[in-house]
């Protein structure tokens, strides 16, 4: 089999595979989003995390009440200035999710080929034999013969904790299911997944307007992460209700696909979200597993294509209770790279895993050496044919920059950006090294006070593969009226020194504006 089309350099030296990896201020430079939770929310923990190459904090609101999150948040805001390791927010909602509800709190254990039914009427205790569930309209959505998923993260492939149903027969709002495997179910809270069947209820609920209009406004989120997405008018109706909330205007709204709806809609759900999380967990429930992959690769190839962010879940699920991942696990965040993923998201792995930290460690390295075999040229040059011609202006930019840091191995490129547009375009590119994005300050007014735009995006970039951001001083415009004015570059360039990236006699490429054009120079550094 030609292996041209996955590695740089062929043949790889199998020597170089027994290397030590080298250290590096930037872990990898595919991201990793940590969903923080009972076993990660310390900020002893948070602070490991963010050392390890953690950018995104992802709140899971499907679970746990405001007061909860904003004692993890509060953690969060103290490790990153102890860390000095930016950090961005995403709040993800819980959408029409179906839950078992278990008020006492004591495990369940269900045995096989006994039958079990679901019932709406919440006031009653979960038993082995009764499940209440939080929606009325199950009996109406399902038949007999349908397949129904239960468990605290659906199927993990650990059978004792995740119940797969066969529904059996329909007795009024009730649904009696026959029991195809025994598992314990533990915990208050279980999802329930219909396999294939549509569930008629909002993809925003009322429960998630309502703590986005709260806990969302007070701690201005980063992203959206909307669950269940099924059709573009979802992110339509999410992005109308944020435009409402003052600052939450500039919230970037990410499709959660999770079911063969969403699948079915993608392409136009991909016009209107900012960027695609893939959940593979649900999605390997509602496909055939052998077409989970498939889905995967033409999704991150089309999300990479028009430059928005491509999101994996569910890759170490053992690394909840190990301290290490299994080979397929380990492939499997490999092969996530290599099809040109932007970030990770660990969901139990963080939120309630034995080794938070070790796990955001082992999932960078992993990234990173994958990285390392990335097929950049097979790639741009997929980008640049599927932009065709001619390229717009600022396309055109960005793919020179990157294709001149290649060429003169750059160790880094420098750019300058307000709105954080020319930045993510140099790495739709996906350069080999590092994007540092120097976001400058805008002064805006509301009539009553003064404000500086550029937090929201220098945090946004933290999703996308390979940009690292920087604020830079508000007073050193992005479009500068003089060629002389350098000292915004030095404050650039003394960052790349300081975590590492930049050494002395390195080549830089700096994409800037002067004046009305917009310039791409490269620099060799005498020290």
Known sequence: MNSSHLLLE?????????????????????KIVGTLGPNSRTVEIISGCLKAGMSVARFDFSWGDTEFHQQTLENLKIAVKSTKKLC????DTGGPELQVVNKTEQPISLEADTKVIL???????????LLPINFHGLSKAVKKGDTIFIGQYLFTGNETTSVWLEVDELSGEDVVCLIKNSATLSGSLYTLHVSQIRIDMPTLTDKDKEVISTWGVRNNIDFLSLSYTRHAEDIRHARDFLSKLGELNQTQIFAKIENIEGLT??????????????SRGNLGIDLPSEKVF??????VYKCNMVGKPAVVTRVVDS???????????????????????????????????LYPVETVSTVGKICSEAEKVFNQDLYFKKAVKYVGEPMTHLESIASSAVRAAIKV??????????SGRAA???????????????VIPRLKTNQVRWTFSGAFEARQSLIVRGLFPMLADPRHPAESKSATNESVLKVALDHGKASGVIKPHDRVVVCQKLGDASVVKILELDE
């Open 88 to 91: 961005a927010i995403m709040l």
């Open 10 to 30: 062929e043949p790889i030296r199998m020597a170089s595979i027994l290397e030590p990896s080298k250290p590096s201020f930037f872990p990898a430079m595919t």
């Open 119 to 129: 019932t709406p009427d919440q006031d009653k205790q979960a038993t082995s034999n």
């Open 424 to 438: 993510r375009l140099i790495a739709k590119y996906r350069p080999t090294m590092p994007v540092i994005s120097v």
């Open 294 to 299: 498939l889905f995967q690769k033409a999704a």
């Open 319 to 353: 690394m909840t209770d190990n301290l290490r991942p299994t080979r397929a696990e380990a492939t499997d965040v490999a092969n996530a790279v290599l099809d040109g993923s932007d970030a990770i998201i660990l969901g139990a792995e963080t939120l309630r895993g």
């Open 265 to 278: 809609h993608f392409d136009e759900i991909l016009q209107e979200a900012d960027g695609i999380i893939l």
């Open 409 to 418: 191995k750059a160790s880094a490129i420098i750019c300058f950006t307000s």
